[in-house]
């Protein structure tokens, strides 16, 4: 079960997410504005229609009162400025209703201090209440306004105007609410315009990374992807192009070797002759000539053996390599290639009384050739080598006790014509021993590892047992 991750990594889940949530954040603060801009207005406009109406009400009243105010004229004021009001003058009062308990003393003091109309919202026993004090004007013989001492107060529930806005509220959140399927909609829409030229890169450049250097995606539009996607086909061109002529100079390269190395191998097979009767007459010289004839019969042994190593690598090349498998006790393989090379003294083998497998022989044997020759050269005795099996699989292992490989050489030393230390370019191998080995354990389906043991280097060679497939194909 694949664990989900927050946030989400994929890029079409971010432009998803991300767009969804800017557009119902960003509609979402539009209708709360929208919907706080309308409540204030509507508030507003509440109050500014009680205040207008009081004003009316008091003032149609005004010019009817008796001066100084009695008891009358507040009941008088009081009726005029209708239910739940309060009129005071010195310490007579009239009310009706919750004004005189809702009244507070800030209002009090603004309408007393300025003179004039005041208001103030508060809420009381959980509903919201809109208190107006106003002072009673009275008209000076000289035509000046002032204050009659005269203060009336009134008290307006505000119970439906918090119904209306908190009806605009929920219209607010409810708009907001279906922005929500609308902004995945459109994310949707944007992500697959976004998205389906960068699908068409990466399946462009999956093709390429398999091998498929035609690949190319189709560009569309003049944005930046689609110049993306131009410099990317510009790119699958010129590595199309590198590549084409990579393979022309290691074509070039095959055949040249494939051709030189068969041109020699009739001259070298003449010279080979000349110099074994050279070799054979060497007895009978004296000093320098006889050591000369020795130097020559030793050098042309070499060129043989590399011309002989060349045609074997341009085998490989061509594909033209094979198996010719026969049943074979490979710890008689193995005691066979070492007596016939000398190496029988200086190397130990363990291994059962017998070991069947069905395999190359011939191949065989250069494997062991090159391994155990390479541990007798480059490192010191003994060398070890020791024979394991399955039942579908062969393992020798061939070490020594030498200084080992260095990290330096250890990624390179099945490489073609590789030698760790280059003033040993007039050393017995060719450098292609090891790679010719590798190249015989891959034909035999098998694989072969370098390594060290901590005292010297190590190679592990693993093959089949039973080749009866591979066997009649070429590698």
């Known amino acids: 079960m694949t664990k989900k991750t927050w946030p989400p990594r994929g890029l079409r889940a971010r432009l998803l997410l991300a ?37 009316q009400q008091i003032g149609a009243v005004t010019p009817q009162l008796s001066d100084p105010p009695d008891q009358a004229t507040l009941d008088r004021l009081r009726e005029a400025a209708g239910p739940d009001s309060l009129v005071t003058y010195g ?6 209703g919750a004004a005189a308990g809702l009244i507070t003393g800030e209002l009090r003091t603004a309408v007393r201090v300025r003179a004039r109309l005041a208001t103030q919202r508060i809420t009381a026993d959980g509903k919201p209440w809109l208190l107006i004090g106003t002072p009673v004007l009275r008209t000076e013989p000289d035509g000046t306004r002032s204050a009659s001492g005269v203060e009336v107060y009134t008290v307006h529930d505000l119970s439906g105007v918090q119904r209306q806005v908190d009806g605009i509220t929920r219209s607010a959140i409810g708009f907001a609410a279906l ?10 829409l944007a992500a697959r315009g976004v998205l389906g030229p960068v699908r068409r890169l990466r399946d462009t450049a999956r093709r390429l990374a398999s091998g498929d250097l035609g690949a190319r995606a189709e560009r569309q539009g003049a944005d930046e992807l689609a110049e993306l996607t131009g410099t990317v086909n510009e790119m699958a061109e010129s590595l199309q192009a590198s590549m084409a002529r990579m393979q022309r100079m290691q074509d070039d390269a095959k055949r040249f070797a494939s051709d030189v190395s068969h041109e020699l191998r009739t001259p070298l097979s003449t010279l080979t002759a000349v110099m074994e009767v050279l070799e054979t007459e060497s007895a009978r010289m004296q000093g320098e000539t006889r050591e000369s004839v020795q130097l020559a019969v030793i050098e042309t042994n ?10 074997e690598v341009s085998r490989f090349n061509a594909g033209t390599a094979e198996l010719r498998c026969e049943e074979v ?57 020791e024979l394991s099996t399955t039942a579908e699989q062969l393992w020798i292992e061939v070490t020594d006790n030498g200084p080992g490989l260095s990290e330096e050489v250890l990624p390179h030393v099945f490489d073609r014509f590789y030698k760790a230390d280059a003033a040993r370019t007039r050393s017995a191998g ?8 590798l190249e015989n354990a891959r034909l035999h389906g098998g694989e072969l590892t370098a390594g060290n043991t901590g005292h010297g280097a190590r190679f592990l060679l693993r093959l089949p047992t039973n080749l009866e497939g591979p066997c009649e194909n070429s590698c």
């Open 19 to 55: 767009f969804v949530v800017v557009t119902v954040l960003g509609a979402a603060a539009a209708a709360w504005s929208s919907a706080g801009s309308a409540s204030g207005e509507l508030v507003s406009a509440t109050e500014q229609r009680l205040t207008d109406s009081l004003s």
């Open 91 to 96: 310490n007579l009062r009239a009310e009706h």
């Open 179 to 188: 922005t929500l399927p609308l902004a995945v909609l459109l994310a949707l």
């Open 302 to 311: 070499r060129l043989v053996r590399l011309v002989e190593d060349l045609m």
């Open 329 to 385: 006790d490979v710890v008689a393989a193995v005691r066979d290639s070492v007596r016939v090379r000398g190496w029988l003294e200086q190397t130990e083998i363990v291994a059962p009384e017998r070991i069947p497998a069905r395999l190359d022989r011939r191949r065989l044997d250069v494997i062991l050739a090159n391994l155990i020759g390479n541990a007798h050269r480059h490192g010191a005795p003994p060398v070890r080598v």
């Open 430 to 437: 060719s450098g292609l021993g090891l790679a010719i080995a």
